[in-house]
């Protein structure tokens, strides 16, 4: 059996579905990689809770549901302040798990593998801002840095690439990478205005007080970067083409439906160019999805056309994804 | 640069066009991988050409091109005419790679094992039938098996399930993994009697002079029990349930229609129950794929319903799945 230290930073709602995951499926993956997974920290943004010995990842739970931050832990754990900047190079884990939003955090995770540890992250601009720098950090000390879910939650198509598809030239992508936007859309086919659309989007928590990110195509955008970074060569999302929804008026949703169409926020990934916009796809095309499902066609020198299709968002299809990233990573290590 | 020897068993159309990708794609998996194949051994029935200093492929699919049998060589390498049993344990080679249809070819891939190497195959029988003991055998060793091509050609169904899905326990997979099937069921629907849909295929190479491996389900079959063997645990093809579309009327074609539906070859896997028969499909299932497509639903505890779709057969889309095989085993050795 071997033991795999973990430091969990980000304890939102994603960061806990992946402690509930580890909680709650540890034993089935003793079983089946004869993997022990020991939290060693976890941190959100009120403080960092620390035992080399390994956290009660229930108690941890608990805490943060009941008191809403760590801070108020009264255990006998040891509540720091430190930034993740300090943290990660102190704690004596073997890999750092990045859940959180934090824009910077391409800081920390150099900082991690400068300490010889590995990274596994949903956090998207450390990638779509500093893909080169950040893996060629990694692969100089031979640490595994992964981020399956910041793209397509869970659903593979980062290990897709990176790690299956190893014989074949990828020549294009085409893919809906974005719930929000998608949701927005469908919910103006059926006639609602872009506004009354994005209310009730954000009333049902499928987009955020703030909705630039996924309106704009920001979100879509980063997702687009990294998927470039990966198929052909690093860029950064100042590099990319991007339109969002937001200019979308009823009208527009109209015509499309004339035509049989139907419009969905599109990012279109080739060597060197990289768009997001929204465009009008067939109905019968992979890439007219509903709700939070995401897609992607991929072309390929050998294979032709690879389609892979599946859930975009969600806590337990995203823990999926950094979950899965935690194994390979420990299947590295013991 | 790291250089790593290939034997190559087979040298039918998957087996050249396996060689013409290692010819033609060798400059860019150098630059890519750091990766050079030197192919030592190449195999078809009649003869085996051995040169450990490396053959010249251009030479080779030259010979075989122009007189049919590789025994046909008269130039300076050497040829042999040693069994696959006795040459994969001769040959110097890293990895010895069968794209034959050998049935028994499970005794000279543990051979291979047994003289370390790793085995790389698109052969579905000796999974199908052997899979505990093969992969048990290269796990004792340490050393890669991998098979990638032996379901859905290249479309990588193979690696999502053994190397990206780690943290998913999956439920249940709904695949058409055989495009035979899928041509004379489309034929059918437009009106062809299923004999007149058979000969159709045959005439244009998508079924084969004696069809039956895939008329009786019998590739599928065998397709679905190796997904058993990755997704859940080790089976072999006798104790699956299978019936083909041998007996399927243009009559149940025509009710198929009259209900929306389509009629497709359908694999179903759940743990401990494989099944392949005719099914109705709805057309707007992702299983209602056409020609030579294949599709799998996989569902799972975390993410829920993946769908991937792509390429199911064909030479180069098969080639695509051996040689993303070679590429990971040879960065694994080097």
Not at 47 to 65: F, M, N, T
Not at 263 to 276: C, D, N, P, T, W
Request: proline content about 4%; glycine content about 10%.
């Amino acid at each position: 059996m071997g033991e795999v230290t973990l430091g969990l930073f980000g304890f939102g709602n994603v960061g806990r579905a992946v402690a509930r995951v580890l909680l709650e499926k540890g034993r089935e993956f003793e079983e089946r990689y004869g993997l022990k997974f020991n939290v060693v920290g976890v941190a959100d943004t009120s403080a960092l809770i620390w035992d080399p010995e390994g956290l009660d990842l229930r108690e941890v739970l608990e805490v943060k549901e009941r008191f809403g931050r760590l801070s108020e832990w009264r255990n006998d754990y040891e509540v720091y302040e430190l930034p993740p900047g300090e943290a990660v190079a102190e704690i004596n884990a073997d890999l750092v798990v990045d859940v959180t939003n934090d824009r910077e955090a391409h800081t920390w995770h150099l900082r991690a593998l400068e300490s010889g540890k590995g990274v596994i992250t949903s956090n998207k601009p450390p990638l779509a801002f500093h893909y080169a720098e950040i893996i060629e950090a990694a692969e100089k000390r031979g640490l595994p840095y992964l981020f399956e879910a910041t793209v397509m939650a869970g659903t593979p198509i980062i290990g897709l690439l990176r790690e299956t598809l190893l014989g074949d030239r990828v020549e294009s992508i085409e893919a809906v990478l974005n719930g929000t936007t998608t949701y927005i859309l469908s919910r103006m086919e059926e006639g609602l205005g872009f506004e009354e659309a994005l209310k009730e989007a954000q009333k049902l928590g499928i987009a955020e007080r703030d909705p630039s990110g996924d309106i704009l195509g920001i979100d879509a955008g980063y997702k687009a970067t990294i998927l470039h970074c990966l198929a052909f060569y690093p860029i950064t999302f100042d590099e990319i083409s991007r339109r969002g929804i937001d200019e979308i008026t009823s009208e527009d949703v109209r015509k499309a439906r004339e035509n049989g169409k139907t419009l969905r926020l599109v990012a279109k990934v080739e060597e060197g160019r990289v768009s997001v916009e929204p465009l009008e796809v067939p109905r019968s095309s992979p890439l007219a999805v509903s709700s939070t499902q995401n897609a992607a066609v991929i072309k390929t020198d050998l294979l032709g056309e690879l389609v892979i299709r599946g859930a975009g968002a969600g806590l337990k299809e995203t823990a999926s994804g950094v979950v899965s990233d935690i194994i390979k990573a420990a299947l590295g290590i013991v």
